[in-house]
């Protein structure tokens, strides 16, 4: 009886451990099977694009000089205000003029005396001129008269130097602009003694700014190829706030890269008429390649990078996805240039996360977000 009972028991074991078997395998079989990923895509389009890139500079005045004083003596006078705004020309200083100004009148002096020096023998010459012509003196007389009015003719005109000289060095005791611009605090206040080359004040002309760029060598060349105008239009603004904002153009492009950096040197010019950045200000220099060239783009956040280097992500017609790198002419802060055999692919455009190359996908069109005014 005991033995009739162990083998129900087993049996019904057995019958639970296969019932629990069945209900594993059927709730393994009705698990649902893997999903395939959506994805954002965008179709790349081959557009008239404006193509830029920007370079870190500061801003300088276009003209600038330091006002030195090339005469010797105490300051008497300063006619300016540190700020105001002074044209070429303008009298900027007054140093004590005495010493030239005797030096000066010595010289005319001089001058004067000489003169009356070589009116004397003129007058001897026409004198004897024509007793000498009558054999009534001798030619030797004639000729010490003759040579000793040109010794009075060179020496007038060593006097005139001497002259256009002293007058020279008097009006070195009037310093002026030497160009119209502002004029900074004075360095030597009046009554104080100055000599040549003592520094009296700087003008800063900041009508006009230049900034100076460094494209590398490879950025140079792609430039050269694809600007619209020979020298490219640029927008200069301030890092801190980009809504002051000027334009301009290349001024200077060196013919001579920098074999040190591998960079080729340009001097950008940029009217500044409200006088809104100050020169040793930090700004941007955005370099306008082309402002109305077709190209295929894509923005920097959609670019990945592997050993091989850059590459987008392309979905193709059988939803698979595929690395397709790349080389670009220019890249800048919201935009990369694609070869134009990128155009009408669908390029992946979020982050990629866990997807891999081979992968299948379901695209789907991403919304583009809406322009900023003011920006290219």
């Given amino acids: 009886m005991k033995r009739k009972k162990r083998s129900i028991g087993f049996l019904l074991l057995a019958a639970g451990l296969l019932l629990s078997a069945c209900g594993q395998e059927k709730k393994h079989s009705s698990a649902p099977k893997r999903q395939i990923p959506q994805v954002k895509v965008q179709k790349l389009e081959k557009k008239p694009r404006t193509i830029w890139v920007d370079y870190s500079s500061y801003a300088k005045a276009y003209e600038a000089v330091t006002v030195i004083s090339r005469a010797e003596g105490q300051i008497l006078e300063q006619t300016f205000k540190a700020g105001d705004r002074v044209r070429k020309g303008d009298l900027l200083f007054r140093i004590d003029p005495s010493d030239y100004l005797a030096a000066y009148n010595r010289a005319l002096a001089r001058l004067e005396k000489d003169k009356a020096a070589l009116a004397l023998a003129r007058a001897d010459l026409l004198r004897y001129t024509p007793l000498v012509q009558e054999r009534l003196a001798p030619r030797q007389k004639m000729e ?22 002293a007058k020279l060095k008097l009006s070195y005791c009037d310093v002026k602009a030497p160009i119209d611009g502002k004029i900074g605090r004075e360095l030597v206040k009046p009554g104080n003694l100055v000599t040549p080359g003592t520094k009296l004040a700087s003008i800063v002309d900041s009508r006009f700014l230049q900034a100076e760029i460094f494209p590398s060598t490879r950025d140079t060349a792609s430039i050269q190829k694809y600007k619209s105008h020979p020298y490219p239009k640029v927008e200069l603004f301030l890092r801190d706030d980009p809504a002051i904002r000027l334009e301009g153009a290349v001024e200077y492009i060196s013919s001579v890269a920098d074999e040190r950096t591998g960079t080729v040197p340009m001097r950008v010019r940029v009217p500044n008429p409200k006088e809104l950045i100050l020169p040793g200000s930090f700004v941007t220099v955005r370099l306008i390649i082309n402002d109305h060239i077709p190209a295929v783009t894509i923005a920097p956040d959609w670019v ?73």
């Fill in 304 to 376: 990945f990078q592997d050993q091989e280097g850059e590459f987008v992500y392309i979905v193709d017609a059988n939803d698979t996805l595929h690395k397709a790198h790349f080389h670009s002419p220019f890249t800048n802060a919201r935009m990369v240039v694609l070869p134009s055999t990128f155009a009408g692919k669908l390029a992946l455009v979020q982050p990629a996360g866990s997807l891999m190359e081979g992968m299948k996908v379901r695209p789907l069109p991403a919304v583009e977000p809406a322009k900023k005014a003011g920006g290219h």
């Fill in 144 to 165: 010490q008269l003759q040579a000793a009015e040109k010794q009075m003719q060179a020496t007038i005109k060593a006097d005139e130097v001497l002259v256009a000289d």
